[in-house]
């Protein structure tokens, strides 16, 4: 799933980025982000997006780096 995180738009509408994460780690999922290194980086459920980002979340990682041809750091 790729979707946007920002902190402050989620809280003002009642959930939060540790909400998400929980929510997707859940049902199997990790989450990730893109690394100015051009790679995919595992976040944990202490991350927040202070400002507009795109995350990934997957249940296989190893698919992520082969669709994309990057690296995925667990």
Do not use: W
Not at 15 to 21: E, K, N, P
Not at 42 to 62: F, M, T
Request: charged share 25%; net charge positive.
């Amino acid at each position: 799933m790729y979707f946007e995180s920002n902190e402050e738009h989620f809280r003002r509408n009642g959930y939060s980025c540790q909400v998400l994460y929980e929510m997707f780690t859940a049902r199997g999922f990790g989450v990730y982000r893109f690394d100015e290194g051009k790679r995919f980086v595992r976040i944990g459920k202490e991350y927040s997006s202070a400002s507009n980002e795109n995350l990934v979340a997957v249940r296989d990682p190893s698919t992520l780096g082969a669709r994309t041809g990057l690296p995925v750091v667990i």
